[in-house]
């Protein structure tokens, strides 16, 4: 079934839903409408009081014998039989629609992680998990966020964030997830045992994703290795790093902690693709060119020293890796032509220069 189809479905399912429901409310409005003017016609009762005989009949309270004659006690018979079966069909409706909603908004979710690629997979929303997923819906990057808490999924879709609620040590979660099709696994599970399995999980599935995880000890760390991650990061060891250099070197801790969203400095990794514009272009040549207020922190190529800083004369290449600091727009503009081929550059530039005249 094609996305269209699908959605066409989904909304032909709520409107019958819907339909159920609007039936349902106006079957016990209808049942408790009746049988008040029935027990007001039938004993002469008062309308309040001929409703209040007529709820606590059909919601089986009772609450004694209200001395009807027989024609309303024949009358209040078959409003019981009547009450029980619209209050059971409405109850079926309202718990039919909850379960239709969910089961809508799993194959929602599933079909926006379908449609993803390249995406990075987040297992674990706790305080750490959180911290992640603000940067990378900051930077735009794509990501799914995996997590079996009823909690952490219910802020994860306040937040707006795209969720697969279930056990991420599962292959099937991982795999629903689109790890087949995503760069990168992230554990940030705040329990360890969970956290590496997930790790051996996906890395036995997809051998070649890049996972990070979140370690708490030097113990814990040892097991990721042992379990195929790439990177493991300890929280509290760089916590209190970045709280010895604020004491010892505080300027340069203000630098390297740098506000990521802050308006006069953005620090980039700038990754040469196939087809860029930046391929074949002197670093010096560009810098004089087309990006003056940015300077050139690191260069990094596949099978060679690194070079902290690169020399103006490197020429770049498919593959290269740039770690530049800057101007945020020239910085931004450079890291797209990382991507963006010779013409969309030339188009962007253009488009640039003209709104600048």
């Known amino acids: 079934m094609n996305p269209a189809e699908s959605n066409l479905g989904l909304v ?19 049942v408790v409408v009746a049988g008040t003017l029935g027990m007001h016609w039938i004993e002469g009762w008062g309308l309040w009081e001929a409703f209040y005989f007529t709820i606590i009949t059909v919601t089986t309270v009772g609450y004694g014998d209200h001395g ?21 069909y409405t109850f079926a409706a309202v718990v039919q629609g909850m379960v239709a909603h969910q089961l809508a908004w799993r194959r929602r979710m599933q079909q926006r992680i379908e449609s993803m690629n390249g ?9 750490i998990g959180t911290t992640i997923a603000n940067e990378l819906r900051a930077a735009g990057r794509p990501f799914v966020l995996v997590d079996l808490g009823d909690e952490a999924v219910r802020d994860a ?14 292959e099937k979660v991982l795999v629903a997830a689109g790890l087949d099709r995503a760069t990168h696994l992230v554990v940030a599970i705040e329990r360890s045992s969970d956290a590496i399995v997930t790790a051996l999980t996906a890395r036995g599935l997809c051998p070649l ?8 000890s030097d113990d814990e760390r040892r097991k990721f290795e042992l379990a195929g991650v790439d990177r493991t990061v300890e929280p509290f060891t760089l916590g209190g790093i970045e709280v010895a250099q604020r004491i010892l070197r505080p300027k340069v801790a203000d630098f390297l902690s740098h506000d990521s969203s802050s308006s006069d400095l ?34 990094e190529r596949p099978g060679q020293p690194v070079l902290t800083p690169p020399r103006g004369t490197q020429v770049l290449a498919l593959g290269d890796h740039l770690i530049v600091a800057g ?3 020239q910085v931004a503009a450079m890291h797209a032509a990382g991507r963006e081929d010779a013409a969309s550059t030339s188009r962007r530039r253009s488009g640039s220069d003209s709104a600048a005249a």
Request: proline share 2%.
């Open 327 to 329: 101007d945020p727009e």
């Open 266 to 299: 953005a620090v980039a990794e700038v990754e040469v693709f196939e087809g860029s514009a930046l391929i074949g272009c002197e670093l010096r040549t560009l810098g004089a060119e087309h990006y003056e207020h940015v300077s050139f922190v690191r260069f």
């Open 119 to 127: 995406h990075v997979i987040l297992c674990g929303y706790g305080r």
């Open 157 to 170: 879709l306040e937040d707006g964030l795209v969720v697969l609620q279930g056990d991420a040590t599962h």
């Open 12 to 30: 032909m399912s709520r409107r019958d839903e819907r339909r159920r429901l609007r039936i349902a409310i106006g079957l016990c409005l209808g």
């Open 209 to 216: 994703i890049t996972i990070i995880a979140s370690a708490d």
């Open 68 to 88: 009807a004659s027989q024609p309303g006690q024949q009358f209040a018979t078959f409003l019981m039989l009547v009450g029980i079966g619209s209050v059971s």
